[in-house]
């Protein structure tokens, strides 16, 4: 007689065995995530790490926000992540002058995330967010109503606080706007802006949110201009006890020009490798600088394919797979 193996023990079986090949590390395999201690993990409670792409400002790259783009960049930037940047308060627009565009854009990207079976952080594109908060209060109340029963839904309130206030303005702006999201969405992961654009884990981890559950914090930075100053500093706020999560990274300098330090990279995939880290690259773009990972005129239809990738995007892709 054949021997029968039950199906929910071969699910259970594949559910442990991880790629290195983001794309294949679905929504559907992990589902709801949780913070344990410092890790992010899984529906089973095993580490998991998220790989992927930051779209370009949403007023600058709007052609980039629908599911032609998404598709490209599950399957050939191997990508288990996507992050809509919702531009807030630009020379040319955004959320603060067209809330309705805004957000039927990021929800265009929200929806084909699901739809393609990938995780989406939704990020309030800010360097002031303290002084929006009526505006933040009011759109992350709607996003969590309307998609927090999905586990695909990640938060990121505040981009990056150019501020160094974090105890009196930075802190108590999380606090208020995870209150809102907790009212609707009891569980999914916010990610959480730290001081000095995204840099300052210190002095998070010196003064960090109390009695919430399923909260990073995030760390930026260009491989170009933050080095091992930075690492040490993550180092010591992780080894403190603070989850942080890689919302946005670069190859080259913080202003997005070349050259792509390549050395520096390899040196952050190896410190967040070691770690376990999630990450995501900015950007998928196709301005004519160092940090796209697209050439010029790059249409949605060919969004990752590898004639469309710049140097930097081939290094990007490579780690999103191996
Ligand atoms: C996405 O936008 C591009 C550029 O406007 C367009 O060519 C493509 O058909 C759109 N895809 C979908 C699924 O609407
Ligand atoms: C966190 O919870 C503890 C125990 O319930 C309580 O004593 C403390 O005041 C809380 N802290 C904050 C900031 O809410
Ligand atoms: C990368 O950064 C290192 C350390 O600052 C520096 O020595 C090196 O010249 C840089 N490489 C490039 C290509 O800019």
Not at 31 to 59: C, H, I, P, R, T
Not at 130 to 145: I, M, P, T, V
């Amino acid at each position: 007689m054949r021997c029968f193996i039950p199906l929910f023990l071969v699910s259970i079986w594949v559910g442990s065995v991880f790629s290195k090949d983001a794309a294949l590390e679905t929504v559907s395999k992990h589902g709801q995530l949780a913070v344990d201690g410092v890790n992010l993990v899984n529906q089973y409670g095993e580490k998991v790490q998220l790989k992927g792409m930051s779209l370009f400002w949403s007023v600058w790259m709007p052609y980039y926000y629908n599911k032609t783009t998404v598709d490209g960049i599950k399957e050939y930037c191997h990508s288990n992540i996507v992050r809509p940047m919702m531009a807030i308060d630009t020379q040319d627009g955004g959320y603060l002058t067209d809330p309705e565009g805004e957000t039927a854009l990021i929800d265009a990207v929200i929806d084909a995330a699901i739809e393609d079976d990938m995780y989406v952080l939704v990020d309030w594109q800010d360097f002031e967010a303290e002084n929006h908060l009526e505006q933040s209060l009011f759109y992350f109340d709607r996003l969590s109503k309307k998609y927090g029963s999905y586990p695909n839904i990640i938060y990121e309130p505040y981009n990056e606080p150019i501020t160094l206030e974090w105890s009196s303005l930075v802190k108590p702006y999380h606090e208020a706007v995870i209150k809102t999201i907790r009212a609707n969405d009891p569980d999914n992961l916010i990610v959480l802006g730290t001081p000095q654009w995204s840099q300052r884990l210190d002095l998070a981890a010196a003064d960090p949110i109390q009695n919430q559950t399923n909260i990073m914090y995030s760390l930026h930075f260009y491989a170009g201009t933050h080095q091992q100053w930075e690492r040490d500093i993550t180092k010591a706020a992780i080894d403190a006890g603070l989850p942080v999560f890689v919302s946005e990274y670069g190859t080259v300098n913080a202003d997005a020009s070349p050259p792509v330090n390549l050395t520096e990279t390899l040196a952050w995939y190896e410190f967040m490798e070691e770690r376990g880290m999630s990450y995501v690259n900015f950007a998928v773009s196709d301005k004519d600088e160092g940090a796209a990972a697209l050439i010029p005129g790059t249409p949605p239809e060919k969004v990752c394919r590898e004639e469309y990738l710049t140097e930097s995007g081939k290094i990007v892709v490579e780690h999103n797979k191996a």
